[in-house]
C-alpha cells in the first residue's frame, strides 16, 4: 500500500483542480468596477460622509453654546459673590455712617458742617432765569439774511474802513 500512495502522490482529483483553478483566477483578477458601480460607490460614500457631518455640526455647535452659557454662569456667579461682599459691608455700622457722610453730606449730632466754596468758580447766571433776558439768535440763514439787507447805522463804520477824505470840488 505505501507503493500506492507514491503513485498517487503526483495525481490531484478532478474537483481539487477546479478550485486549484478558479481560486487562482480569482487572485488574479483586479476588482472592476462599472461607471455604475462607480456612481453607487460615490453615492454611498457621500450619504455616509452627510450622516457623519450633520451630527458633527451639532456637536460642535452644542459645545459651543455649553461654552457660552458656563461664561455667563461664571460671571452671575463672580456678580453674586460682589454682591454678597456689599451686603457684608452694609451690615457694618461703621460703613453705613461713612456712606451717608459721603454720599448725603450728613453729619452727627454736635459736628458743625463746613462747605468751602471755590472762589475760581464764577457765578454763571446764563443757567438761571433769574439772569438778564438775551433774547437767543434765530436759526443762520436768518441771521446772514438780516446782515445782507440790513444797511449799516450811520454812527457805525467799520474799524477796518479808512476813513475818506472830504473832498471839495475844483473851480
Same mark, same amino acid.
Given at each position: 500500500?505505501?507503493?500506492?500512495?507514491?503513485?498517487?502522490?503526483?495525481? $490531484?482529483? $478532478?474537483? #481539487?483542480?477546479? @478550485?486549484?483553478?478558479?481560486?487562482?483566477?480569482?487572485?488574479?483578477?483586479?476588482?472592476?468596477?462599472? #461607471?455604475?458601480?462607480? /456612481?453607487?460607490?460615490?453615492? $454611498? %460614500?457621500?450619504? /455616509?460622509?452627510?450622516?457623519?457631518?450633520?451630527?458633527?455640526?451639532? +456637536?460642535?455647535?452644542?459645545?459651543?453654546?455649553?461654552? @457660552? &452659557?458656563?461664561?455667563? /454662569?461664571?460671571?452671575?456667579?463672580?456678580? /453674586?459673590?460682589?454682591?454678597? !461682599?456689599?451686603?457684608?459691608? +452694609?451690615?457694618?455700622?461703621?460703613?453705613?455712617?461713612?456712606?451717608?457722610?459721603?454720599?448725603?453730606?450728613?453729619?452727627?449730632?454736635?459736628?458743625?458742617?463746613?462747605?468751602?466754596?471755590?472762589?475760581?468758580?464764577?457765578?454763571?447766571?446764563?443757567?438761571?432765569?433769574?439772569?438778564?433776558? %438775551?433774547?437767543?439768535?434765530?436759526?443762520?440763514?436768518?441771521?446772514?439774511?438780516?446782515? &445782507? !439787507?440790513?444797511?449799516?447805522?450811520?454812527?457805525?463804520?467799520?474799524?477796518?474802513?479808512?476813513?475818506?477824505?472830504?473832498?471839495?470840488?475844483?473851480?
Amino acid at each position: 500500500m505505501a507503493k500506492q500512495k507514491k503513485s498517487h502522490k503526483g495525481i $490531484v482529483p $478532478v474537483s #481539487s483542480r477546479e @478550485r486549484a483553478t478558479e481560486t487562482r483566477s480569482a487572485t488574479r483578477a483586479p476588482f472592476r468596477l462599472g #461607471s455604475y458601480g462607480l /456612481i453607487a460607490l460615490f453615492a $454611498v %460614500v457621500l450619504l /455616509i460622509l452627510l450622516m457623519i457631518a450633520i451630527p458633527l455640526r451639532n +456637536y460642535f455647535q452644542q459645545r459651543t453654546e455649553i461654552a @457660552r &452659557v458656563e461664561a455667563a /454662569i461664571e460671571a452671575k456667579q463672580e456678580q /453674586i459673590n460682589q454682591l454678597e !461682599t456689599d451686603l457684608d459691608r +452694609y451690615r457694618s455700622q461703621a460703613y453705613i455712617r461713612e456712606q451717608a457722610r459721603l454720599r448725603l453730606g450728613l453729619i452727627e449730632p454736635g459736628e458743625t458742617a463746613f462747605r468751602i466754596l471755590d472762589p475760581a468758580l464764577d457765578n454763571d447766571q446764563s443757567l438761571t432765569s433769574d439772569g438778564p433776558g %438775551v433774547e437767543p439768535p434765530g436759526p443762520w440763514y436768518e441771521t446772514l439774511w438780516e446782515s &445782507v !439787507t440790513r444797511p449799516e447805522p450811520p454812527g457805525e463804520q467799520a474799524a477796518d474802513a479808512p476813513e475818506a477824505p472830504a473832498q471839495t470840488p475844483a473851480p
